[in-house]
Nanobody, 119 residues
Framework: QVHVVESGGGLVQPGGSLRLSCAAS????????VVWYRQAPGKERETVAT???????IIAESVEGRFTTSRDKAKNTVYLQMNSLKPEDTAAYSC?????????????WGQGTQVTVSS
């Protein structure tokens, strides 16, 4: 069984920073791509960033230059560092992990964490 938990969200002023964590635990044999999404009320879900186990990352144009990803392989955790936050970054952020267990590869989702950027 695998559990994925996002954390690190909260209320921050414009221009501030937050670091979100996406931590996977359980019977994990390997963790490959982790994708960060966000969804604001009334809007479609948006792909924010993709982190690969090779170290490469793909950042959405809307947040490029402000958001970065990193990974702690020993902890099966991927981070989303968000700098220079804007009110339009307000959304529920979630991650999807591609994880291999004894049953093979599957996608696992966390419950999400809310980010609110407001003065």
């Amino acid at each position: 069984q695998v559990h994925v938990v996002e954390s690190g969200g909260g209320l921050v002023q414009p221009g501030g920073s937050l670091r979100l964590s996406c931590a996977a635990s359980g019977s994990i044999l390997a963790m490959a791509t982790v994708v960060w999404y966000r969804q604001a009320p009334g809007k479609e879900r948006e792909t924010v960033a993709t982190d690969t186990d090779s170290g490469a990352s793909i950042i959405a144009e809307s947040v490029e230059g402000r958001f970065t990803t990193s990974r702690d392989k020993a902890k099966n955790t991927v981070y989303l560092q968000m700098n220079s936050l804007k009110p339009e970054d307000t959304a529920a952020y979630s991650c999807r992990c591609s994880i291999m267990t004894s049953s093979g590869w599957s996608h696992y989702w966390g419950q999400g964490t809310q980010v609110t950027v407001s003065s």
